[in-house]
């Protein structure tokens, strides 16, 4: 089955301990991307990579690091979290070009509670 | 940067009951535009999505949308809700300029159906 698969589903850690949220896709995606998801804001793009060894900063990149070393895993980095960095997480890719055909597909989403 | 602005936060109807959702956007040039679906504790889904031709689109579940380009708008509707319908809307924008497959969301508005 066509999927992006994020571990984990729900992630309780404490400030300062770095953490990794992993993402993958089995789709050949070139194009992914990690959003946040904030009540009454929407999604906002943290970061996204077009191809391997290739990523650029969204919206809100502050606090978080990524690497795309392979094209099927993305994942996000938090090097020291914060509380403000207590969100919902989501991960998702498409064929590079074919947004048109296809839309983003993402993952079933990672909440995190930092305290 | 270009936004996307979604009015109603929250909208509360009766099963039967007709639905318009308003998404604004501020980008100026040619625009490819969607709607996606978020049901509670769910990953996001398409709903629909507009790239050319016929302003007037039609997606899953009995969903359509109009864009107006006049307006900078993209307002989704559905002429009687359904219970199952309750869930988060989400519009979002994608600048058809060499911007790849970047999506700006708006902040979405929540609807309960009330059966």
Redesign the interface.
């Known amino acids: 089955e066509a999927q992006v698969t994020q571990n984990p589903r729900y992630l309780i850690t404490v400030t300062g301990k770095k953490l990794t949220v992993t993402c993958s896709q089995n789709m050949n995606h070139e194009y992914m991307s990690w959003y946040r998801q904030d009540p009454g804001l929407g999604l906002r793009q943290i970061y996204y990579s077009m191809n391997v060894e290739v990523t650029d900063k969204g919206d809100v990149p502050e606090g978080y690091k990524v690497s795309r070393k392979e094209k099927r895993n993305f994942p996000l980095i938090l090097e020291s979290p914060s509380p403000n960095q207590t969100s919902l997480y989501f991960c998702a890719s498409s064929p590079a070009g074919a947004l048109a055909n296809y839309g983003y597909t993402f993952g079933s989403g990672t909440r995190l509670t930092v305290v | 940067?270009q936004s996307?602005s979604?009015h109603n936060?929250h909208v509360i109807l009766s099963e039967a009951a007709s639905l318009e959702l308003g998404c604004n956007y501020s980008y100026g040039g040619t625009v490819?535009l969607?709607w996606?679906v978020q049901y509670p504790g769910?990953?996001?889904?398409?709903l629909l999505?507009y790239?050319s031709g016929d302003p007037l689109v039609k997606g899953i579940k009995g969903f359509e949308a109009e864009f107006i380009k006049s307006k900078f708008s993209f307002n989704l509707r559905k002429p009687s809700v359904q219970w199952s319908d309750t869930a988060e809307y989400?519009c979002a924008v994608?600048p058809n300029n060499n911007a790849?497959?970047?999506?700006?969301?708006?902040?979405?508005t929540r609807l309960m159906v009330k059966p």
């Open positions: 940067a996307v979604q936060h490819n969607f996606y769910q990953h996001l889904q398409l999505k790239f989400f994608n790849g497959n970047m999506l700006t969301f708006g902040g979405g």
